[in-house]
């Protein structure tokens, strides 16, 4: 299968063999050269297992200035590292973070409300915002990843706004309905989906035998030829 076949997917059975093995791509990513080899695994299950933990422990959903300041670091490691950007996002007041993800959580159901009260602090824009939210409300949101955004038909170039974010997000939100309608566990979340969607991705670029046992032997294209989605960057 080609790198955006895994969305166009609705083999319920096909998504759960995948995640199955996200972990193996974490610790494969982790392995590459120069790729801060030792730092994203330990982070990849501090953002998906612990952090979740935290925020869902507290009587209200919210996250410190210490999560934050972490998730960026997770962001960061998971993707392209910019210091100029964890520093800016550190130089956000403590109080001023835990009120402001609070406010965030509050105001779910409503998603874009959300992201916006999240994008009011430094250096956070729509996929630092999305993380928060996927952190704290699978349910309801997912990461703004690379992976996650190019593998959805229609949707590259990735431009980093909100307006794109709820693009991508009614697409998953569409796909994880149909999910849930044929899978009789009906545990999927727009999280978990782009979980999916980023372990594919991974798995094409560093050419692992995840696409063949898949079936997806066929296409394994280097993201840095063709496939890479050109980027407009904003503070995120």
Same mark, same amino acid.
């Given at each position: 299968?080609?790198?955006?076949?895994?969305?166009?997917? %609705?083999?319920?059975? $096909?998504?759960?063999?995948?995640?199955?093995?996200?972990?193996?791509?974490?610790?494969?990513?982790?392995?590459?050269?120069?790729?801060?080899?030792?730092?994203?695994?330990?982070?990849?299950?501090?953002?998906?297992?612990?952090?979740?933990?935290?925020?869902?422990?507290?009587?209200? $959903?919210?996250?410190?200035?210490?999560?934050?300041?972490?998730?960026?670091?997770?962001?960061?490691?998971?993707?392209?590292?910019?210091?100029?950007? /964890?520093?800016?996002?550190?130089?956000?007041?403590?109080?001023?973070?835990?009120?402001?993800?609070?406010?965030?959580?509050?105001?779910?159901?409503?998603?874009?409300?959300?992201?916006?009260?999240?994008?009011?602090?430094?250096?956070?824009?729509?996929?630092?915002?999305?993380?928060?939210?996927?952190?704290?409300?699978?349910?309801?949101?997912?990461?703004?990843?690379?992976? *996650?955004?190019?593998?959805?038909?229609?949707?590259?170039?990735?431009?980093?706004?909100?307006? @794109?974010? @709820?693009?991508?997000? %009614?697409?998953?939100?569409?796909?994880?309905?149909?999910?849930? /309608?044929?899978?009789?566990? $009906?545990?999927?979340?727009? @999280?978990?989906?782009?979980?999916?969607?980023?372990?594919?991705?991974?798995? *094409?670029?560093?050419?692992?035998?995840?696409?063949?046992? /898949?079936? *997806?032997? *066929?296409?394994?294209?280097?993201?840095?030829?063709?496939?890479?989605?050109?980027?407009?960057? $904003?503070?995120?």
């Amino acid at each position: 299968m080609s790198r955006s076949s895994l969305f166009a997917c %609705e083999d319920p059975d $096909r998504w759960r063999r995948v995640f199955d093995q996200y972990w193996d791509v974490v610790e494969a990513k982790s392995a590459v050269k120069g790729k801060k080899a030792g730092k994203l695994q330990p982070l990849e299950k501090w953002y998906q297992e612990q952090l979740p933990a935290l925020i869902s422990s507290r009587s209200e $959903r919210y996250v410190t200035h210490p999560e934050l300041v972490k998730l960026m670091e997770w962001k960061l490691t998971r993707g392209s590292f910019r210091p100029r950007l /964890q520093q800016l996002l550190a130089s956000n007041a403590a109080a001023a973070v835990e009120l402001c993800s609070r406010t965030a959580f509050s105001l779910l159901p409503d998603v874009r409300a959300a992201i916006a009260e999240l994008s009011a602090l430094k250096a956070v824009g729509p996929a630092t915002a999305s993380a928060v939210l996927a952190a704290g409300c699978p349910e309801l949101a997912a990461f703004m990843s690379d992976e *996650g955004v190019g593998s959805v038909p229609g949707l590259t170039p990735i431009q980093y706004t909100a307006r @794109h974010y @709820h693009r991508y997000l %009614e697409r998953l939100l569409e796909r994880t309905a149909q999910l849930n /309608q044929a899978d009789p566990e $009906r545990d999927w979340t727009p @999280h978990r989906a782009e979980r999916c969607l980023w372990a594919w991705a991974v798995a *094409g670029r560093l050419q692992l035998p995840l696409l063949e046992e /898949q079936g *997806g032997g *066929g296409e394994r294209r280097s993201l840095e030829a063709d496939e890479r989605p050109t980027k407009k960057r $904003r503070t995120d």
